[in-house]
């Protein structure tokens, strides 16, 4: 084995996410642990982040979620990308909740929580202009009312992800944010008020209030890091692993 490891410090990530609930106040945080918690590892991460008031978690694949539930994580899972149809009854099974955004994901999610007889929650992502993932601001009511419509379904949530709001000063941070307002207010005259609205990564969380809405997703921030220089200092967030290595040899050169 190599004598080089990585000290983790979960105080650091309590302290974080502490301060981040603070600065959100009274949005919730979700503590983003996909990737095995950035390499800090997902479970440890996870309970460091619930003792320090994180209300949810996320991440990116079904399998990251199993893990956390395995671990006897209980706390609600958001999916930050649609399953796979097939994936669709894993999810109910650890209780997981999906973003949905294509009409075969509802489909899917609807047929594996009949299956089950539960009612699954979902969150409907809408691409504000990531241009990633997420449903077409055009297309985002008529799917939060199938989504409605099905008697298996839940529109537990509404977000989007806003693409350089780590640049505090860019505009399109503004003019995302002003497009999912349109889309939420479009679903109110529709009857459709989501119980839980977010749109804020760590950089929107620290830099732009109007983004925080209901809950802010943060990753980055969580481990330490400001999202980009620019953000640097913001707040006094604490690194929260360390590289380390053993010497394997000194010598003296004149």
Not at 72 to 101: A, K, W
Not at 144 to 166: F, M, P, S, Y
Not at 237 to 251: C, G
Request: proline share 7%.
């Amino acid at each position: 084995m190599r004598p080089t490891w990585a000290d983790i410090d979960l105080g650091a990530v309590a302290h974080n996410v502490s301060t981040l609930a603070a600065t959100a106040d009274p949005a919730v945080v979700c503590a983003v642990v996909k990737a095995n918690g950035y390499g800090h590892g997902a479970v440890p991460v996870a309970r460091a982040a619930i003792d320090a008031g994180a209300a949810w978690l996320a991440v990116a694949l079904v399998e990251e979620g199993r893990i956390l539930r395995d671990a006897g994580v209980r706390v609600p899972v958001l999916l930050l990308s649609e399953p796979r149809p097939h994936e669709m009854i894993e999810v109910v099974e650890y209780g997981l909740t999906p973003t949905v955004y294509s009409g075969v994901g509802l489909a899917a999610a609807a047929a594996a929580a009949t299956q089950k007889a539960v009612s699954l929650e979902v969150h409907l992502k809408v691409d504000t202009g990531m241009h990633r993932v997420g449903a077409k601001p055009r297309d985002a009511v008529a799917l939060a009312q199938a989504i409605v419509d099905r008697d298996a379904l839940e529109l537990g949530g509404v977000w989007t992800h806003c693409a350089v709001a780590d640049v505090p000063d860019d505009p399109y941070t503004d003019a995302q944010l002003d497009l999912f307002d349109e889309v939420l207010a479009a679903m109110a005259d529709e009857g459709l008020r989501p119980p839980l609205v977010h749109a804020a990564n760590s950089a929107v969380a620290m830099a732009h209030p109007r983004g925080r809405y209901d809950m802010v997703r943060c990753g980055i921030a969580v481990y330490g890091l400001a999202p980009s220089p620019a953000l640097a200092g913001r707040l006094p967030l604490q690194p929260a692993m360390r590289l380390r290595s053993q010497i394997s040899f000194v010598k003296r050169i004149e």
